[in-house]
């Protein structure tokens, strides 16, 4: 199994343009949680999904973020228009466990 | 609140050395809890879990206890090694919430020559 892939790696977007990070989790886990990790408040859950539905997104910061899982093998994280606060490396991960995938890095200049 | 915290902030050790990590916990009602690593630009890697029932886990030259009644756990690495240089991130979840996992914020290990 390859894991958790997420992509892209890397992001660099100016303020206000929209920016969509996209996950496959692995085969067969069926929750899937989306969480944003800054030096200053660690990782935060933004969102959690069991069977494709959201179940807990307390953790998304404001109406400028959303989350979709339209299947079991994909899942999006979009933010509309994207801020210079939003940077941060943003990590999908799915469960049990949970397994992370390598994050995609996020810089809103 | 739910709340984990760790110590020390930061560690750095000569290769071949051991160490411990520490992490106290106030999450009720406790289900698990999990060590992760952390290498720079990379996702936690899980390194161990523990159950309510377990003392005591080890994978490889990490070794994690539990002490369920303190609420304290702790990681010990023997015989570091400059691989072992990355974020250790105490991680605990509460019965009935799967996704309430409530994160330390890490002990950052620094292994040198």
């Known amino acids: 199994d390859a894991g958790v892939i997420q992509s892209p790696r890397h992001e660099v977007t100016e303020m206000g343009q929209e920016v969509t990070l996209r996950c496959k989790p692995i085969?067969?886990?069926?929750?899937l949680f989306w969480y944003r990790q800054t030096m200053m408040r660690g990782l935060e859950l933004l969102i959690y999904?069991?069977?494709?539905?959201?179940?807990?997104d307390s953790g998304m910061p404001e109406d400028r973020f959303s989350a979709k899982m339209p299947n079991a093998s994909f899942s999006t994280l979009k933010i509309q228009p994207s801020e210079p606060r939003d940077s941060a490396v943003y990590f999908c991960?799915?469960?049990?466990?949970?397994?992370f995938g390598s994050g995609t890095r996020l810089t809103v200049v | 609140k739910n709340q984990v915290e760790q110590s020390p902030q930061s560690l750095i050790i000569l290769e071949g050395k051991n160490c411990t990590l520490q992490?106290?916990?106030?999450?009720?009602?406790?289900?698990?809890l999990r060590w992760y690593k952390q290498d720079t630009g990379r996702g936690p890697v899980s390194l161990t879990i523990?159950?309510?029932?377990?003392n005591t886990k080890s994978n490889g030259r990490y070794t994690a206890t539990l002490d369920a009644d303190t609420k304290q756990s702790s990681l010990h690495i023997t015989a570091s090694q400059l691989s072992d240089s990355a974020s250790y991130i105490c991680?605990?979840?509460?019965?009935?919430?799967?996704?309430?996992?409530?994160f330390g914020t890490g002990t950052r290990l620094q292994v040198t020559l």
């Open positions: 991960a799915s469960g049990p466990g949970p397994t």
């Open positions: 085969s067969g886990h069926n929750s």
């Open positions: 999904f069991n069977n494709n539905v959201p179940i807990d």
């Open positions: 992490c106290n916990y106030t999450v009720s009602p406790f289900s698990n």
């Open positions: 523990m159950t309510f029932s377990e």
């Open positions: 991680v605990v979840s509460a019965t009935g919430t799967a996704s309430k996992l409530t």
